[in-house]
């Protein structure tokens, strides 16, 4: 998992209440298990005008005009502006794959579905909750301003717009240390190696015939 410090980010601001799960990543590209590979097919049924299928070359697909990730004003955005309740729906954890594959690190909104706010940690995406008068006010400079980008410092847990406005949100001390460290469950297990190859050893000279 990428480490996550500080972003200066590019805004894509996606004016959309109660996004689900299946909105981000549609059902039938869930037959992968990795995490690589579903960024072409983020927001499927918004950003193409087709019906898109696995396997399909994304490329010549004829892409919807009048959705906004297919703006080239927002081509290259880290960070998604989003509105209430995102994530909502089915608990499929290839949604922050995707929006991570595509190249979002952050996305911002007045609430999150649990089960995705959770997922966006475990995969490296960092979902910041801000009050829903704040996201206005950043929908409206984003819209207004080409090129908009915002500042976020997970250390100072502040969203810093180019006026220099800042903005503080919260996060536990478990996740922030997580993702400042790159450091997903395995990550997690695989730092306490030295402690467990410990207890292995003096479990094998307390009680073999454990190990036997």
């Not at 959705?67 to 080239?72: G, R, S, T």
């Not at 996201?135 to 908009?148: I, N, T």
Request: glycine share 6%.
């Amino acid at each position: 998992m990428k480490a996550f410090t500080t972003l200066n980010g590019l805004v894509c601001p996606l004016d959309r209440a109660n996004v689900d799960t299946d909105a981000i990543i549609p059902k039938q590209f869930l037959k992968s298990i990795k995490r690589s590979g579903f960024g072409p097919n983020l927001f499927d049924e918004w950003r193409y005008l087709d019906h898109g299928e696995p396997g399909m070359d994304n490329s010549v697909r004829p892409l919807n005009p009048d959705f906004v990730l297919n703006y080239p004003r927002y081509a290259g955005a880290q960070v998604l502006l989003a509105r209430e309740n995102f994530g909502c729906g089915s608990s499929r954890e290839h949604a922050p794959w995707a929006l991570e594959d595509y190249g979002f690190r952050v996305v911002i909104a007045p609430s999150f579905a649990d089960i995705f706010f959770n997922n966006c940690y475990k995969n490296g995406l960092l979902p910041i909750v801000l009050p829903a008068e704040t996201v206005d006010q950043l929908f409206k400079e984003s819209v207004a301003a080409e090129g908009y980008r915002l500042t976020i410092d997970l250390a100072a847990q502040t969203v810093t717009t180019p006026s220099g406005q800042s903005f503080a949100f919260d996060i536990t001390e478990h996740r922030k240390h997580c993702l400042l460290n790159g450091l997903d469950e395995i990550g997690l297990t695989l730092a306490q190696s030295d402690k467990i190859r410990a207890y292995e050893e003096k479990l094998k000279a307390e009680k073999p015939w454990l190990l036997a």
